[in-house]
């Protein structure tokens, strides 16, 4: 017989070879012969089971409306983190806001196609994103920040990529939350990237 460990109560145990093979693959496998014991470890690989089917069930429930938000609110975070040091787009000369969120030029409602895209939003503060949206505070705010030039670029979004939302699958917004999350775990690291290299890396606007 060969000496094993219990998972649960932690005591020592011996099983023969053969029928620690036979229940290898179950979770009778890690404790010892006591009921308690086996009690509790098949309650609990019970537990895991059922968590597990749940989330599948979740995740198979969830339309693109549902991917689309999870894709948007890493996107928010990453822009929010980028700008972090930032003042308001809008308003730079205030220093007073309290809250600030991942402003939109061109609004989600009346241009999907551009509500992913790195250039069309920065951080601005809670009021005037929730109220204004990008009026000519948010333009003159581009253009003072990188320019005319730039400003001309994200004033012609919409119509370089008006057909992009047709990309806006299941399956390519499961990508797109891969590769958000993994450009979210770098910042943490301490990564830097520019607008460009965020839109390049995640592939929506190409």
């Given at each position: 017989?060969?000496?094993?460990?219990?998972?649960?109560?932690?005591?020592?145990?011996?099983?023969?070879?053969a029928?620690?093979?036979?229940?290898?693959?179950?979770?009778?496998?890690?404790?010892?012969?006591?009921?308690?014991?086996?009690?509790?470890?098949?309650?609990?690989?019970?537990?895991?089971?059922?968590?597990?089917?749940?989330?599948?069930?979740?995740?198979?429930?969830?339309?693109?409306?549902?991917?689309k938000?999870?894709?948007?609110?890493?996107?928010?975070?990453i822009?929010?983190?980028?700008?972090?040091?930032?003042?308001?787009?809008?308003?730079p000369?205030?220093?007073?806001?309290?809250?600030?969120?991942?402003?939109?030029?061109?609004?989600?409602?009346?241009?999907?196609c551009?509500?992913?895209?790195?250039?069309?939003?920065?951080?601005?503060?809670?009021?005037?994103?929730?109220?204004?949206?990008g009026?000519?505070?948010?333009?003159?705010?581009?253009?003072?920040?990188?320019?005319?030039?730039?400003?001309?670029?994200?004033?012609?979004?919409?119509?370089?990529?008006?057909?992009?939302?047709?990309?806006?699958?299941?399956?390519?917004l499961?990508?797109?939350?891969?590769k958000?999350?993994?450009?979210?775990?770098?910042?943490k690291?301490?990564?830097?990237?520019?607008?460009?290299?965020?839109?390049?890396?995640?592939?929506?606007?190409?």
């Amino acid at each position: 017989m060969k000496r094993y460990k219990c998972k649960i109560c932690k005591s020592f145990y011996y099983r023969e070879p053969a029928d620690q093979i036979r229940i290898s693959m179950t979770p009778l496998s890690k404790v010892c012969d006591d009921v308690e014991c086996k009690t509790k470890v098949a309650m609990s690989a019970l537990e895991n089971k059922r968590k597990e089917v749940f989330k599948e069930f979740k995740e198979n429930s969830k339309t693109a409306a549902d991917y689309k938000k999870e894709l948007q609110d890493l996107i928010n975070w990453i822009v929010k983190e980028i700008d972090k040091d930032l003042p308001c787009i809008s308003h730079p000369e205030h220093k007073s806001f309290l809250r600030f969120d991942a402003g939109h030029f061109w609004g989600v409602g009346a241009h999907g196609c551009l509500r992913f895209n790195f250039h069309n939003i920065h951080k601005q503060n809670s009021e005037a994103n929730q109220r204004y949206g990008g009026n000519a505070d948010f333009a003159n705010g581009l253009k003072t920040r990188f320019g005319t030039e730039y400003l001309t670029m994200v004033l012609g979004l919409p119509l370089k990529f008006k057909g992009t939302s047709k990309k806006f699958s299941i399956p390519n917004l499961k990508e797109w939350i891969r590769k958000a999350t993994y450009l979210k775990i770098q910042i943490k690291q301490g990564e830097i990237f520019t607008r460009d290299q965020l839109n390049e890396y995640l592939g929506i606007y190409e």
